[in-house]
């Protein structure tokens, strides 16, 4: 079913939409589309990925915190973050288009830039299969093309999938942090990232995206291996934190490895170069599972 959604997605990415349209956004409203938007602001770092591969990368004057990627888009002006929106920063850009992600955006928020002139269209992106979709509608908005993004996409994701499909299997504990401690449920991106590469996570019949979790609950789960997932540079401080638990099979086995990627943690067209890392990083411990 996966791969039919995905083959579905690349050719419907791959038509070239017309000018003039109206688009529902996944907060259920209409936005009527005259031309492509000339002036565009992105509220996530997914959704500014997004834009940069469909093309439109020249049209966004402004971005959210930690929109880091494509390079151009470091030096882009921020005008949201975990504080919220700088509505001035943002009416000095003077966007016809924001384009935003319905986990860290209020919609009350909408009146306020569309009295600044704005369209705003609200997006979900939480799942891989969502991610060509994502493209299509950023290409519709901005007048870019989806196609060559969603296939590298779908051609990459199916070819680790293909891969990795005959691998032992391997009961992971994926950590996304360690005060506290957390991981991702199955509800989440990563762990489709996981079973794409042969793995297993230990809590993915939790409810939700990402949960915390007690480690009692970590021991008592007892997983093959223990991953985590950063920024480059946090790998010895991984490694030193999981070494005091060393009660813990897995620790004793050795079964720790460290992703080093921003692109994992973010449903972007880019996710697919975290997944490739991740994949290694389970064919890592894959021979340390318990005997």
Known sequence: MRRAALALAVLLAAAVPAAAATLVDDLGREVRVEAPARRIVTLAPSITEAV??????????????????????????????AAGL???A??????????????SFRPADIPRLEALGARVFVVRSRSLEQIPRLLDLVARLAGGDAGPATREFAGRLADLR???????????????SHRPLMTVAGGHFMDEA???CGAVNVFAD??????????????????????GTGPEGGQGEFLARWSRRDGLPAVRRGALA??????LGRPSPRV???????CRAVDRVRGKRRP
């Open 52 to 81: 940069f591969a469909v093309g439109a990368g020249p049209r966004v004057v402004g971005v959210s915190a930690w929109s880091d990627w494509p390079p151009e888009a470091a030096g882009l002006p921020v005008v949201s973050s």
């Open 86 to 88: 700088d509505l001035e």
């Open 90 to 103: 943002l009416a000095r850009l003077a966007p016809d288009l924001v384009i935003a992600w319905t986990d």
């Open 162 to 176: 293909a891969r990795y499909a005959g691998r032992p299997a391997v009961r992971v504990f994926l950590e996304i």
């Open 194 to 196: 996981l079973a794409a």
């Open 206 to 227: 939790l409810p939700g995206a990402a949960a915390e979790v007690s480690w009692e609950a970590l021991f008592a789960r007892d997983p093959d291996a223990v991953i």
């Open 258 to 263: 460290w992703v080093s990627s921003r692109a």
């Open 272 to 278: 697919v170069e975290g997944i490739e890392a991740l």
